[in-house]
Every structure is written in structure tokens, then in C-alpha cells.
């Protein structure tokens, strides 16, 4: 395992997306190849959301053997089904549901207007994805895990300061005090999000540059939570040229 960390840097926010959606369908195709199948891990945001139509959109989506691909989610949003702020409809509407990809394979987290209450539904997403585990653990093969990085150095649903970024116990998290609405969200927990082969964070405009930048000098976990996020075997920060304004050069790479 290398623990790798990259820094590939894209002109503009239009060139990130596609370059991103390209690399998924390539690793996707690869990983497919060599594992059989695999778990990917979805983010919300405007981004994420572009990089999902982009990858609706290749010529080349359907060289992805779908029928094999498990997808999750990070975290969610804790409102009706069918809010639009939710993670879920967004990536449905931007790509899974015009994807030939079983019912079956998708792990949504639960909605606030369904059957079970926000502890009730951290602890199925749990239980879940401990049914999906292999090799005696309690999660999936997480294969690539896409994460969006707020302004403040948020990750999925974990903000500084909060301690849902400390905790090293559970893989599902609720979290009551979002400082970014709806106050109420799932989340997986940083070990949980740790636990994937590659972590692929992908960010755009000039109001992430400080917390990448502290992030990759060494901050806190705790101050800048993306600081404290790292695959087990790559860790790659996709960015715009704007976000990369405080990264040293020494670190980053121009995509191509």
C-alpha cells in the first residue's frame, strides 16, 4: 500500500468534471476486471453532480459492466425522499436511473418521511452495510469514494469541531447540529470513509482554497476535517485551478 496523495489540477471547472468522469469510467472498467465487482461511495454537491452527468453523458458509459457496481453514499440529508437537496435524487436524476445498474445495488440512507426515526435509520445503514462486508470485516470493499470539501474543510457530514469527526467507533454517524442546513444528517464516520482503496475528493472555486491548502500543511483534523482523510491506497484531490491557489507547487500536477 503507498498512501498515496496527488493533487491533479484541471483548468476549469467544466475540464475537472469531464477529466474525472473519464478517470471513473477507466478505474471503473479496470477495477471491474480485476475484482468482479465493486463498491463505489457517492457524494452530494453541484460538482459531484457534474462530474455524475458527465459520466451519463461519455460515449464510453456503458463500457461499465453496471449489472456489478454497489453504489453508497457518504451522507445524507435527513428530508423527504423526494426533497431535491437530498444526495440521492440528485445522483439519480444525473446518472443511476438511466443506468441498466439492479435496484438492488443501490444503498440509499433512509428519508425523514419513511418508517424510521434518524438513530433507527443510522443504525440500519449499518446493519447494511455489514451484510454487504467480506473478508470478516463490517463494511464493504469500498473500491473509489467520492468526497466534496465545504469552505470550512467539512467532508461528508463531518464539521470541525463537531465530534462526529473524532468518533473512531461507529461507521454511521447521526449528526443533530449540521452548522449547514438541514441541522439534522447521516453520515459515514472517518474510518469508515478511510477504509476505501482510493479516496477521490473533488473541488472547485477559489472559497476551497484555504482548506486545501491547510489541509495538505498538516492541519488538524479537528480544524480543517479533510485533513484527516486518506485511502488505504490512493488519496486524490481533483481540483480547479482556483481551489489549487494555495497549494505548493511541489504537490500538485497538471491533468492531461
Not at 81 to 100: F, G, H, I, V
Not at 113 to 118: A, E, F, H, N, V
Amino acid at each position: 500500500m503507498t498512501h498515496e496523495r496527488r493533487v491533479l489540477v484541471h483548468a476549469d471547472r467544466a475540464a475537472l468534471a469531464a477529466s474525472v468522469a473519464a478517470r471513473f469510467i477507466t478505474t471503473a472498467v479496470d477495477l471491474l476486471h480485476e475484482e468482479g465487482d465493486i463498491h463505489v461511495v457517492l457524494t452530494g454537491g453541484s460538482v459531484a453532480t457534474e462530474v455524475l452527468e458527465a459520466v451519463n453523458a461519455s460515449a464510453a458509459r456503458d463500457t461499465v459492466d453496471w449489472q456489478h457496481v454497489n453504489i453508497w453514499w457518504g451522507d445524507e440529508r435527513w428530508l423527504p425522499y423526494s426533497d431535491p437537496e437530498r444526495n440521492e435524487l440528485q445522483a439519480r436524476t444525473a446518472l443511476l436511473d438511466d443506468l441498466d445498474i439492479p435496484a438492488e445495488n443501490i444503498h440509499p440512507f433512509a428519508s425523514s418521511d419513511g418508517p424510521l426515526d434518524l438513530d433507527a435509520a443510522a443504525a440500519a445503514y449499518a446493519e447494511e452495510l455489514e451484510a454487504a462486508s467480506n473478508d470478516g470485516t463490517v463494511l464493504p470493499r469500498f473500491d473509489i469514494t467520492f468526497l466534496g470539501v465545504g469552505p470550512d474543510g467539512h467532508i461528508a457530514s463531518l464539521f470541525p469541531h463537531l465530534p462526529g469527526i473524532r468518533e473512531d467507533t461507529a461507521n454511521v454517524l447521526t449528526v443533530l447540529n449540521s452548522p449547514k442546513p438541514p441541522a439534522e444528517r447521516l453520515t459515514l464516520s472517518r474510518p469508515a470513509l478511510n477504509s476505501s482503496r482510493c479516496i477521490w475528493l473533488v473541488l472547485a472555486g477559489p472559497d476551497k482554497a484555504s482548506a486545501l491548502g491547510l489541509a495538505l500543511a498538516g492541519a488538524s483534523r479537528d480544524e480543517v476535517p479533510v485533513a484527516g482523510i486518506k485511502g488505504r491506497r490512493y488519496t486524490n484531490f481533483f481540483v480547479d485551478r482556483e481551489a489549487a491557489a494555495e497549494v505548493p507547487e511541489n504537490l500538485t500536477a497538471s491533468s492531461f
